[in-house]
């Protein structure tokens, strides 16, 4: 597979987080000139005409594209003017833009429904049920190499696993995946939720760590698994009576109140760090969000 020596995500979430920054934050004029002067010709020579691009980057390309012309990336400096020009034409798209944001969010809660009426349905058949929690990542040192193409062939592997039920995977009951992309490093990841058959399984962490080890070889070595199901992790959970995985018992209302707070995680807009996570680039038909039950 060929890795990308341009941090492409990162520079699409630059540009998406600086549009965002000038419609509704608190940027100032200099530090606008300054981003486009540092990112305005990578992002553009990095542009892949077969990419959907999130709506913050569609009118950025329309706007500057307006405002260049034919130059050559290459050769243009934003100046003073120029950069006066992107700001008063960008200023037209709020709307549409808050109206694509607030799309985004509905659909984020009709997923969210969904997966808790799913989740709540298999609760209510089984009496016990394990529940694995995994985000998976590329290690940070070399996730600059990965384009949305390559997230995407690694998800779509992943994905066949899950479905042949292989290995790792064997008596699933029922599972869900987010697809996302970080705010500050531009790295894409995914958030899965596995639930298993809790009378052929109780090990969680121990399926957790064979997930994490399907996912280092799936993406040769490039990706990694935080673990969510450690005993240090659902230790903490368990202080603040918030354990929603590993082992989850249809008869405690609490635990099942837990395990359904702690899969809509998947589906939160705003995560609780408070970056914005959606992804900013996609496949033509690439999903984001995906669930299946057994009921």
């Known amino acids: 597979m060929f890795y990308s020596p341009v941090n492409h995500s990162q520079l699409i979430s630059n540009v998406d987080r600086l549009v965002r920054q000038i419609l509704f934050g608190t940027i100032n004029f200099q530090q606008i000139k300054s981003q486009l002067n540092e990112f305005y010709y990578s992002f553009m020579i990095s542009l892949d005409p077969d990419f959907r691009y999130s709506k913050p980057i569609q009118v950025f390309i329309e706007s500057t594209n307006a405002i260049i012309g034919d130059t050559y990336a290459y050769n243009v400096f934003w100046d003073n003017e120029k950069t006066m020009q992107l700001i008063n034409l960008l200023s037209s798209y709020g709307k549409m833009i808050k109206k694509d944001y607030s799309a985004w969010r509905y659909q984020s809660h009709q997923n969210g429904k969904r997966l808790e009426n799913n989740i709540r349905t298999l609760t209510s058949n089984y009496s016990r049920l394990l529940f694995v929690r ?16 390559d997230f995407d062939f690694h998800m779509k592997k992943l994905r066949d696993f899950i479905h042949n039920g292989d290995t790792c995977f064997t008596h699933l009951l029922g599972y869900a995946w987010s697809l996302e992309q970080g705010e500050e490093n531009g790295g894409f990841h995914c958030h899965l939720l596995l639930i298993f058959d809790s009378s052929k399984h109780y ?8 997930v994490g ?7 040769d070595d490039i990706g990694y698994c935080f673990v969510l199901n450690t005993r240090e992790y659902k230790e903490g959970l368990t202080r603040y009576g918030k354990l929603g995985i590993g082992m989850i018992h249809r008869n405690n209302l609490q635990e099942v109140e837990n395990a359904v707070n702690a899969a809509l995680y998947l589906t939160r807009p705003d995560k609780r760090d408070g970056s914005y996570q959606r992804l900013k680039v996609a496949l033509p038909n690439m999903n984001t969000f995906g669930q299946s039950m057994t009921h």
Not at 134 to 149: E, F, M, N, Q, W
Not at 203 to 210: G, I, M, S
């Open 213 to 219: 080890q399907k996912w280092r070889d799936i993406t």
């Open 134 to 149: 995994v985000d998976l990542k590329y290690i940070p040192d070399l996730s600059h190499h990965i384009t949305i193409r």
């Open 203 to 210: 090990q969680d962490n121990y399926l957790a760590d064979r």
